[in-house]
């Protein structure tokens, strides 16, 4: 079993639509939580960090579930310029505080 | 912000060739740094984490005697792919982070794309 596991996808949406992204965690003893964006060929850019209580930013909202060790991220008023692959992250809390990546989740954001 | 830049951006070589690829922070002293692989369609995998002045650390699965690191200082991380062959051709990525701890956050140099003959 991955560490970190996404649905591929492609999430194929109009614009204007309201896109949700799941993302599920083994290890237990994971620490914190991050949303990333990678556009093709480019290097990912954090979107934001997950909080237990949930965070909001723009038109993005991130949840955290540590109970059912799942991550979530909303996508509101979908727009063409959101179309990307978009990578959870997790960071142990090992001596190394590594950042292990879940596979993505490609976005295509249709007109 | 915090700026990691990667030299070279893109490199194509023939097969048997050794690559070196360059990790700098600019204005932070990277106490940790990563290097990740990403093929086609895959995710970023962790190779290996280095800090400064130690020998890295190896991720299961990762040849240390192919992929050998050094961080030798507070700003610069090297990777070399020795004797590289066409199964090595991937995106590599260097992340940077000052601190050994786990507050700090992570910093990513735009990448390398390596291409093999």
């Known amino acids: 079993r991955k560490e970190v596991e996404q649905d591929p996808g492609p999430f194929n949406v109009p614009e204007g639509a309201t896109v949700a992204f799941n993302c599920t965690y083994s290890n237990s003893a994971s620490q914190s939580f991050f949303w990333y964006r990678q556009d093709c060929r480019k290097e990912p850019k954090l979107l934001m960090s997950v909080y237990s209580s949930g965070n909001e930013d723009g038109r993005f909202t991130a949840q955290l579930n540590r109970a059912s060790q799942y991550i979530s991220l909303l996508i509101r008023d979908s727009k063409l310029s959101d179309s990307a692959t978009y990578l959870c992250a997790v960071k142990y809390m090992d001596s190394s505080y590594k950042l292990i990546f879940g596979s993505g989740t490609r976005l295509l954001v249709r007109p | 912000g915090a700026v990691v830049s990667q030299h070279p951006s893109r490199v194509i070589c023939k097969s048997g060739t050794s690559v070196k690829i360059e990790c700098r922070s600019l204005d932070f002293q990277a106490t940790t740094m990563f290097w990740y692989r990403q093929f086609p369609k895959q995710s970023l995998m962790l190779m290996a984490t280095?800090?400064?002045?130690?020998?890295?650390?190896?991720e299961q699965g990762v040849e240390k005697d192919k992929f050998l690191i050094n961080h030798a200082s507070l700003t610069l991380s090297t990777l070399t792919v020795t004797s590289a062959h066409p199964e090595d051709s991937s995106f590599y990525i260097c992340?940077?982070?000052?601190?050994?701890?786990?507050?700090?956050?992570?910093?990513f140099g735009d990448g390398t794309r390596l291409s093999i003959l």
């Open positions: 280095s800090n400064e002045g130690s020998k890295a650390t190896y």
């Open positions: 992340s940077a982070r000052s601190g050994s701890g786990g507050g700090q956050p992570q910093h």
